[in-house]
């Protein structure tokens, strides 16, 4: 339990985020926030905003708390999610990045209208607001409250309520602008926190030789838990096949969430220039690379601490418990700080994709940007409320949640990927084609595990989307239409920076490394 420095450390915390985003979301007198201003911060923000809260925004209680679990259950090779982001950053950064800004899009619905029509703008607005409310919230929001249960004792539907209410309140009135800008400080907790932790853990497991000496008789005690590709005959190859890892399917996962994805995108939008928006790629994708220091290592030193746990997910906070008084409370104070800056970007998602593509096409009019703005407020409000009733139902009986993300959202991503990279590199890809191929995701997907259950759902995503491609391809083909949204490519500008360039070089090498040590 929580000791009275640990809890003054927590509320602190609280009390200095809310006000530091009271502070950054003030405006000049008579000044009314706008759309683009509420949505898109204003589109002013600098690169180690972007970057910060990408990461903030990406690390969420299901990250924390899900990927430990996998740590537990698993080990090294759950990591490859976080290392491969890095590159897939890297990827975003240098040909998506200039082809949205230039646009001048604040959703991905909108450049999907742009590029096709009005249909597949709505069918994937709607579908981007259920997954938002009903996996991620409900997921965040779910497993924060297993943490606070856990750490502090706290009833979890009074957790539910506390945490969703923390990140409304703090989130609301400034929108995009409070958000980016505070997730600095929940970066900063996060990390630091996320380090002290493992730190303590493998000081543990070292018998007080320090971190060194305790990561090296890690390895000797669960020789195991430290391959990066598993082989058919490992009890989790099922969940990361292999090869496939690397090759196959994790890659559109990994396109999905950080090239396509609005949670994620929305903070790049928000640049101030295109410039700005890669160093802030860059900042993210370095940050990447110390992710499972934060988020694997810890459920993998449990395993050797605490191998009888009752379910994985429990991993990450038994081992808070073992922290020593006031540390408890900073490492609690990081946890928080990746389940509310999660919960605002969710929120500030959702409303911004209802607010600007759902609602005008239910008739909705939001008249001028004041409010457009209490529009936004009120969705955000209301998909937090219909998460919290929802979050135990849908996740209350799951051991992993992570691993169950990963599969349902697998249904889906392959033809986001399909028709994003159709729409955005072929110009002859037609908007009913687009609409087939990401109808077909889910039909084919659900065919697949059906009669094909031992097919790895990796795998699964990355046969899918071939076949999404195919049907994309193929019906444009057989039905050609004038296309008027073409992309054009040398509009955008694909050049970077050297400083890029030569960010880019390092993660790959420092990548590259990390595989041929963990192979």
Known sequence: MLMTIDVAIVAAYALGL?????????????????????????????????????????????????????????????????WMAAFTLLLVGKFFLPIFLQAGIYTMPQFLAQRYDERVKTVMAVFWLGVYTL???????????????????????????????????????????????????????????????????????????????????????????????????????MSLPGLSVLLGGLWIMNLSYWGFNQYIIQRALGAKSIDEAQKGIVFAAFLK???????????????????????????????????????????FAALLAAIVSSLASMCNSISTIFTM??????????GDGAQVVRTGRLVAITAMLIAMIAAKPLLGNFEQAFQYIQEFTGFFTPGIVAIFMLGLFWSGTTATAALLAALASAALSLLLKVVWPELPFMDRVGLVFLLCLLIGVGWSL??????????????????????????????????????????
């Open 135 to 237: 996996v991620n919230l409900t997921s965040i929001l779910w497993l924060g409250a297993l943490a606070i249960n856990t750490v502090a004792g706290v009833e979890l539907s009074i957790g539910l309520v506390a945490l969703g209410v923390f990140a409304l309140a703090y989130s609301l009135y400034g929108g995009l602008r409070a958000v980016a800008l505070t997730d600095i400080i929940q970066v900063a907790l996060l990390v630091s926190g996320g380090l002290m932790i493992s730190w303590i853990l493998l000081d543990q497991i070292g018998d007080g030789r320090g971190p060194i000496a305790g990561f090296v008789a890690l390895s000797d005690q669960a020789p195991e838990k430290f391959e990066m590709i598993l082989g058919q005959d490992h009890p989790h190859y």
């Open 478 to 519: 057989l039905r050609p239409l004038p296309q008027s949204g073409i992309v054009r490519l040398n509009k955008a500008g694909f050049s970077t920076t050297q400083s890029f360039n030569l960010s880019a070089v390092t993660v790959t090498l420092i990548l590259v490394f990390f595989y041929a040590v963990w192979w």
């Open 357 to 366: 593509d759902v609602a005008p096409s239910l008739g909705i009019a939001c």
């Open 289 to 331: 690379l110390l992710m499972p220091l934060i988020v694997v290592l810890p459920g993998i030193a449990m395993y050797a601490l605490s191998p009888d746990l009752s379910a994985p997910d429990k991993a990450y906070p038994s081992a808070m418990m073992l922290l020593p008084t006031g540390v408890k409370g900073l490492v």
């Open 18 to 82: 809310f006000a530091v985003a009271q502070w950054v979301s003030r405006e000049p007198a008579g000044h009314r926030k706008d759309a683009q201003g509420y949505f898109l911060a204003g589109k002013a923000l600098p690169w180690w905003a972007i970057g910060a809260s990408l990461i903030a925004a990406n690390i969420s209680a299901e990250q924390i708390i899900g990927m430990s679990g996998s740590g537990y259950a698993i080990g090294l090779a759950i990591a490859s999610y976080e």
